[in-house]
């Protein structure tokens, strides 16, 4: 299974959710896992999702989120499970 991780950081606005989950669906993107969280008008988001069934090139989803999160007013970021992984060992 290709999964990744895809991240949502910004100020706390109606739709965030919305939008980058519909991205998700009309691009056969499947979530995993999620967490949530608003602190103090700030949003942040987790994703795993499963990118088995995509079409797309991985570096075009992932500009494409980046655009989204301009559109929207949030910092999207996607990045492939084993590359996060290795970033975040201890």
């Not at 949530?36 to 500009?63: H, L, P």
């Amino acid at each position: 299974m290709k999964k990744s991780i895809i991240t949502v950081v910004g100020k706390d606005t109606v739709g965030i959710i919305a939008r980058v989950c519909a991205y998700l669906a009309d691009n056969n993107i499947n979530i995993l896992d999620i967490s949530q969280t608003i602190v103090q008008g700030y949003f942040n988001m987790m994703m795993i999702v499963d990118m088995n069934n995509v079409s797309k090139e991985f570096g075009t989803i992932a500009q494409e989120l980046d655009a989204l999160g301009e559109t929207i007013g949030v910092i999207i970021k996607c990045q492939r499970e084993e590359i996060f992984d290795q970033m975040h060992r201890i």
